[in-house]
């Protein structure tokens, strides 16, 4: 960190100086809070995620300069103050950002129709569950998770195959520098051939899926082909997104 003298022409370093750190990180969150703090859902705990680690760094480096060994009265007095002084910026930067966020994420209230449609997709997880192993769209991921049985789409597996692989080669990404990728992608190849492999066998007394999800390793053709039958199309409420799920069943 840089910090001026009284002449402006001299600048001396001062390490881990927390005052200037938290100014120059105060004004880059606030800057930041208007691009992506201003997003819907994730990319406004993105914005979080970012700021949080800095508060706890900043927290640990001014405790410890408040100790007596490693401080005089002088300092702690000026830690204590500007501390508070900061305490009241972090504050804000919080509670704009939570204004902003609950201002683009209106709150939805379900009604008797789409209550009655969750109902009949947990009677259908719950029928089936008795019979063998689901497989949960990412709509149904949590009542998978409760149940303890089959897997569920997290929403994310599907970004990881041989192709991104490909198109990372062909962005001109320099792969050696991630040496951790191919193994990645041969996890989640690995992964989602053994799912296909357990519905050819017909372990899986139900295979739900959304007709949204490009990323689901089922989708229609799939599951005809190794010989399931769809039972019913459920539109499932999310907020303020409605989901048509499939059932099929073996």
């Not at 001299?10 to 930041?32: K, Y």
């Not at 063998?132 to 049985?149: C, E, H, P």
Request: proline share 2%.
């Amino acid at each position: 960190m840089y910090r001026n003298n009284k002449k402006l022409s001299s600048i001396r370093i001062v390490e881990n100086d927390p005052f200037a750190l938290s100014a120059i990180q105060s004004i880059i969150m606030l800057i930041l809070l208007f691009f992506i703090g201003r997003n819907d859902g994730a990319i406004l705990s993105y914005f979080l995620q970012l700021w949080i680690p800095f508060v706890i760094l900043m927290a640990l480096v001014c405790f410890e300069r408040m100790l007596p060994d490693n401080g005089d009265d002088e300092l702690i007095h000026r830690i204590s103050v500007l501390g508070a002084v900061y305490s009241f910026v972090y504050l804000f930067i919080t509670a704009f950002t939570l204004y902003l966020g609950f201002g683009k994420l209106p709150l939805h209230v379900l009604d008797d129709q789409e209550i009655k449609e969750w109902k009949k997709a947990y009677d259908y997880t719950r029928l089936y569950s008795e019979e063998g192993d689901v497989f949960y769209s990412r709509a149904l991921a949590y009542d998978g998770f409760a149940r303890g049985n089959g897997e569920w789409m997290c929403g994310h597996e599907g970004e990881v195959e041989q192709n991104t692989y490909y198109g990372l080669e062909r962005a001109g990404v320099n792969i050696e520098s991630f040496p951790y990728i191919s193994r990645i992608v041969d996890q989640n190849v690995t992964y989602r051939t053994s799912l296909l492999e357990k519905a050819q066998k017909h372990e899986y007394s139900l295979i739900t899926f959304e007709l949204e999800d490009h990323f689901s390793i089922f989708n229609q053709e799939v599951c005809e082909h190794y010989g399931y039958t769809c039972i019913d199309t459920v539109t499932l409420q999310l907020g303020n997104m409605p989901y048509d799920v499939k059932f099929y069943a073996r």
